[in-house]
């Protein structure tokens, strides 16, 4: 089996691990991370180094490619950027839990988790970097696009389409035929009902505008493990040079 590595020893960084372990298509050599000390485990895992040491643990381990554990959509998409600047070609895999249900003529994209239960009906297209968590369903012809997310136990009807680093979060609804534009959160719980543009905070039942949102605002309950660190990525766009 090919060598992986994992971006973030956090939580997500957990999830990912064990579908990667399940689906047993690579070999996990370890993680990634900006915060954790090199050499301690994570799971029965050694923290290789932080993302500067990526070019070094590239070579020594024969690293094949990689996936970025970051469940904020907007931080996954900066470390995804500064990982090909650092390591130019570096491959990003995706893995898909052995327990779920894929129908026909759906395409996945690089660098997506579809973690357990999770259920994608035909038609349906996965772009690049996306996460489907835990027994999420997208039903038939529907896109979900770059750097966006579905979170444990959403449902969604027919058609649907979701924007670039938007996120639809814990058990919420929606309807068939509803697109959700980019930089949009829908909140936990939310039915929603109709269309929703970009850059807005969605929530309730039926789902309402609740506030406007900036590129990159933190939607996460805890962005402060691994990556998330906002001071972790001053610096690294010092030590790079990357406006």
Same mark, same amino acid.
């Given at each position: 089996?090919?060598?992986?590595?994992?971006?973030?020893?956090?939580?997500?960084?957990?999830?990912?691990?064990?579908?990667?372990?399940?689906?047993?298509?690579?070999?996990?050599?370890?993680?990634?991370?900006?915060?954790?000390?090199?050499?301690?485990?994570?799971?029965?895992?050694?923290?290789?180094?932080?993302?500067?040491?990526?070019?070094?643990?590239?070579?020594?381990?024969?690293?094949?490619?990689?996936?970025?554990?970051?469940?904020?959509?907007?931080?996954?998409?900066?470390?995804?950027?500064?990982?090909?600047?650092?390591?130019?070609?570096?491959?990003?895999?995706?893995?898909?839990?052995?327990?779920?249900?894929? $129908? !026909?003529?759906?395409?996945?994209?690089? #660098?997506?988790? *579809?973690?357990?239960? &999770?259920? +994608?009906?035909?038609? =349906?297209? /996965?772009?690049?970097?996306?996460?489907?968590?835990?027994?999420?369903?997208?039903?038939?012809?529907?896109?979900?696009?770059?750097?966006?997310?579905?979170?444990?136990?959403?449902?969604?009807?027919?058609?649907?389409?979701? $924007? !670039?680093?938007?996120?639809?979060?814990? #058990?919420?609804? *929606?309807?068939?035929? &509803?697109? +959700?534009?980019?930089? =949009?959160? /829908?909140?936990?719980?939310?039915?929603?009902?109709?269309?929703?543009?970009?850059?807005?905070?969605?929530?309730?039942?039926?789902?309402?505008?609740?506030?406007?949102?900036?590129?990159?605002?933190?939607?996460?309950?805890?962005?402060?493990?691994?990556?998330?660190?906002?001071?972790?990525?001053?610096?690294?766009?010092?030590?790079?040079?990357?406006?």
């Amino acid at each position: 089996m090919k060598n992986v590595v994992i971006f973030g020893a956090s939580g997500h960084g957990s999830v990912v691990m064990d579908c990667i372990e399940k689906e047993g298509k690579y070999k996990i050599v370890g993680f990634i991370d900006s915060i954790k000390k090199k050499g301690h485990l994570h799971n029965g895992y050694q923290i290789l180094g932080t993302e500067l040491d990526l070019p070094y643990i590239r070579d020594k381990y024969y690293v094949f490619g990689g996936i970025v554990a970051i469940g904020d959509n907007w931080t996954r998409k900066v470390i995804v950027n500064k990982i090909s600047k650092l390591s130019p070609g570096f491959k990003f895999i995706s893995t898909i839990h052995p327990f779920t249900s894929i $129908g !026909k003529n759906v395409t996945i994209g690089n #660098g997506v988790v *579809v973690a357990p239960g &999770v259920v +994608i009906n035909a038609n =349906s297209s /996965i772009r690049n970097h996306c996460i489907l968590n835990t027994y999420s369903s997208l039903d038939h012809d529907s896109v979900l696009q770059e750097f966006s997310s579905l979170a444990p136990r959403v449902c969604t009807g027919g058609n649907f389409k979701l $924007g !670039k680093y938007s996120a639809v979060c814990l #058990g919420s609804y *929606v309807i068939e035929n &509803v697109s +959700i534009d980019e930089h =949009s959160v /829908i909140g936990a719980g939310s039915l929603v009902l109709k269309d929703v543009g970009k850059n807005v905070v969605v929530y309730g039942s039926p789902a309402e505008i609740i506030r406007k949102r900036e590129v990159g605002d933190p939607y996460l309950a805890n962005r402060s493990e691994s990556f998330h660190s906002q001071e972790n990525t001053l610096l690294f766009d010092k030590l790079f040079r990357i406006p």
